[in-house]
């Protein structure tokens, strides 16, 4: 938007003059009423209109007067025009609006009370704020239709409460191609229900109760849960891949309840799968690490905090002193924060002068932020993008929606290969503009063989898809052993995550500290029960009990995803904040204080223990994330040349 001004004579700036009930702007052309309205304040109720869908008009809630025009105009389909004056507030407007809910309540069954939607509902809010005093209709006449109809194991239908905004079709038609849910019979006969009376598969299913802007559509998993007022809201993102989606966490009673979407346009553009949504539950699980303990002579006992640290620091020192750096390795997690990561690898290498730190077992020899050249919104800009066999998508599910979306809306060309395939097999590209290849982590070798090809004759941007929540922190901060922070060089000789469990199997590596293990141990518990039996120091800080907790020397209780504060970055570098969204289940300090005491222990005294410091020292060191600042994008390549 900008401020009314007019352009000199002769000259289009592109812009359009508007009035709105006595304000005036000027506006981009193609831009919608709605829209407008909205960045001058001014309020119109809309139920079919939705920001990522196009226009239809058919609830008839948003009309307005349109000066020279002889009805009323639906706002939501009504596009800027230079001089047009538009009024919302005339007395026809809100007479119209009268009737509509009218219409709309004259079916709908008054079950506010039981609804999940109850508190959150514009049907509710609006029939508060523009509906007619009292319905001239008896409440013996509703016509009653099927309630509680199970779309799925995750989604439920109740068609009285339906106001037909076509939301859900449309959802299933423009955004998820998928057509899941039809319109059925004509008139005042008609329903939304499953083609054929299938199940909805979609992996995008629980995006519909989102949507949907009464209670029809609504999760089962929190069906009957809680209310919005009953909720504590916390932002974050979702911790189940690297994409980043943001997400709300409402918690009740120190639960989680549900995830619901918090729109990012240039991550998620307001859609979650549901793999990352309907994780919302396991968060609750209270199998958890909760006391700190020393192992000695085969003899557990708790202690306390500071003497676990006392003890792991000599234990520490002892490995050192007799057999030398080389001896210790160090793991983090891909779960672990920024900040987290970032004392870590600073415990390793400054303070332990250890080459043997990872984050995940994996290798990733020769990474550089060439990887990750390719943003996730400028998908929609490429002129074509190839994808690298099916598991980026299935490691992050929203990127199928922002790719359709670019094919779609952008005419972006999107060629779907194989993981190992070559140039020939994507035929001819476009000439012109930027050809986007984006794969999974574990083919990032064949990725870049492909990009040095395509480059030849394409100005090509890569994106590699990273596994885990933050694995492309943990990488831009140093948890890597041939990799320093902002991928500067640090020296060959550094093992990789399974190398340092078999390492520790073969007696080479005698001490091992390990910071939220629990997330790749389960996966290798052979190898971590023969690394754990002939390791002399095994110090353990964690959330979960499992083969690493057993087998501590040392174990000093973690603090789960939701229970800490700090950043994490996505798979396209986009660094962004977590706020506890639950109180911890242990009393123990954060994973910060614990790793700045621990290095103090060691003699390397003052460290920043809160995350928001050691936040500070992070962006300070790898000039990337200071241009990133909150919410933006690490750009390892723009950084080096600014």
């Known amino acids: 938007m900008a401020a009314d001004a007019s352009p000199p004579m002769g000259a289009d700036d592109g812009l359009v003059g508007i009035t709105i009930d006595g304000k005036s702007t000027r506006v981009p052309k193609g831009t919608l009423v709605t829209d407008v309205a909205t960045e ?100 013996t006449d509703k016509r009653h239709l099927n309630k509680a109809v199970v779309l799925s194991d995750r989604i439920e239908l109740d068609q009285e409460r339906c106001i037909l905004c076509w939301r859900c079709t449309r959802y299933y038609d423009e955004i998820t191609g998928e057509k899941e849910l039809v319109l059925q019979e004509r008139g005042i006969h008609t329903l939304i229900n499953t083609f054929d009376g299938q199940p909805l598969t979609s992996v995008f299913q629980g995006n519909l109760p989102e949507i949907c802007p009464v209670g029809a559509l609504t999760h089962r998993q929190y069906r009957f849960k809680a209310r919005p007022w009953d909720l504590q809201r916390a932002k974050s993102v979702c911790p189940e891949c690297s994409y980043g989606c943001n997400i709300n966490v409402d918690t009740r009673d120190f639960e989680v309840r549900r995830f619901a979407s918090r729109d990012n346009p240039q991550v998620d ?71 987290e990561l970032w004392l870590l690898q600073r415990l390793a290498r400054d303070v332990l002068g250890t080459p043997h730190i990872d984050h995940q077992l994996e290798s990733f020899p020769g990474i550089g932020p060439a990887e990750h050249a390719l943003a996730i919104a400028d998908v929609e800009e490429c002129s074509a993008v190839v994808v690298l066999g099916a598991e980026p998508e299935h490691e992050a599910p929203v990127l199928t929606l922002r790719l359709r979306k670019a094919a779609t809306k952008r005419g972006v060309s999107v060629y779907r290969i194989d993981h190992d395939a070559g140039a020939d097999a994507i035929g001819e590209l476009p000439a012109q503009g930027v050809i986007g290849v984006i794969a999974d982590e574990t083919h990032r070798d064949h990725a870049a063989r492909l990009c040095a090809e395509l480059g030849r004759s394409h100005d090509v941007r890569r994106l590699t898809i990273t596994r885990e929540v933050n694995g492309r922190g943990a990488k831009d901060v140093g948890a890597l052993p041939n990799s320093g922070p902002g991928y500067a060089g ?68 973690g603090h789960a995803y939701f229970e800490k504060a700090g950043t994490v970055t996505n798979t396209e570098g986009r660094v962004q904040r977590l706020r506890a969204a639950l109180p911890p289940a242990t009393q123990t300090p954060t994973e910060t204080r614990v790793l700045s005491a621990l290095a103090a222990e060691l003699g390397a005294a003052g460290w920043p223990a809160d995350p928001l410091h050691v936040h500070r020292e992070l962006v300070a060191a790898i000039p990337a994330y200071g241009l990133a600042g909150n919410g933006g994008r690490a750009d390892f390549l723009v950084a080096a040349t600014a």
Not at 295 to 315: F, H, K, L, P, Q
Not at 514 to 525: E, F, K, R, T
């Open 40 to 139: 001058l304040g001014i309020h119109i109720p809309i139920y079919c209109s939705h920001p990522k869908m196009d226009p239809v008009a058919v609830c008839r809630m948003c009309l307005v007067h349109v000066e020279k025009m002889p009805k009323l105009q639906p706002a939501c389909a009504t596009y800027a025009a230079d001089g047009m004056v538009v009024d919302t507030q005339r007395a026809d407007v809100t007479k119209t609006r009268e009737g509509m809910l009218e219409f709309l309540l004259l079916n709908h069954p008054l079950d506010c009370p039981v609804c999940d939607r109850g508190g959150e509902c514009d049907l509710q809010d609006f029939a508060f704020r523009y509906g007619p005093p009292s319905s001239r209709f008896p409440i």
């Open 269 to 339: 553009d307001m859609w979650l799968c549901d793999r990352g949504r309907y994780s919302a539950e396991s968060w609750n699980n209270v199998d958890r690490v909760r006391r700190p303990a020393v192992r000695r002579d085969g003899t557990v006992r708790d202690v306390s905090v500071s003497e676990a640290i006392s003890s792991a620091a000599r234990s520490l020192r002892e490995v050192l002193d007799s057999s030398g750096a080389g001896s210790i390795a160090v793991m983090g997690s891909a779960q672990n924060t920024n900040e």
């Open 490 to 557: 640090v020296g060959a000789g550094g093992k990789a995550g399974r190398e340092i469990l078999e390492a520790a199997a073969a007696g080479a590596i005698r001490a091992l500290v390990v910071m939220g293990g629990s997330l790749w141990a389960d996966g290798a518990a052979e190898l971590v029960a023969r690394a754990a039996a002939k390791l002399d120091v095994l110090v353990v800080i964690d959330t979960r009990p499992g083969p690493l907790s057993r087998a501590a020397t040392v174990l000093i209780p």
